[in-house]
Nanobody
Framework: QVQLVESGGGLVQAGGSLRLSCAAS????????MGWFRQAPGKEREFVVG????????DYADFAKGRFTISRDNAKNTVYLQMNSLKPEDTAVYYC????????????????WGQGTQVTVSS
């Protein structure tokens, strides 16, 4: 099993920045692709960004390109999401996820999910 714990969420003004972290344990982290998803009230969970196990390929949702950056440190079993130029519409619970599958990063078929961390952006 893989356990994922997100941290770094909070309240920030529009235009500000946050860096989310996701610490993984239980299995060999470096063999898993990782992704970030988010869910706002009344909306379906949506893909934000994903990264392959070796970091050689990433996939960003259109709204995230140019503002968000995913990275991973396999030695620390941690994946990060740097979010800049935040907008009120970015307000959501952000989840990290892990999968050991040969499928598209933006597909929601991840095997493990974290508990989520709240991000609130004020106008």
């Amino acid at each position: 099993q893989v356990q994922l714990v997100e941290s770094g969420g909070g309240l920030v003004q529009a235009g500000g920045s946050l860096r989310l972290s996701c610490a993984a344990s239980g299995r060999t982290f470096s063999t898993y692709a990782m992704g970030w998803f988010r869910q706002a009230p009344g909306k379906e969970r949506e893909f934000v960004v994903g990264i392959r196990w070796n970091g050689g390929w990433t996939d960003y949702a259109d709204f995230a390109k140019g503002r968000f950056t995913i990275s991973r440190d396999n030695a620390k079993n941690t994946v990060y999401l740097q979010m800049n130029s935040l907008k009120p519409e970015d307000t959501a619970v952000y989840y990290c996820a892990a999968k050991y599958r040969d499928s598209a990063l933006r597909s929601a078929n991840y095997d493990y999910w974290g508990q989520g961390t709240q991000v609130t952006v004020s106008s």
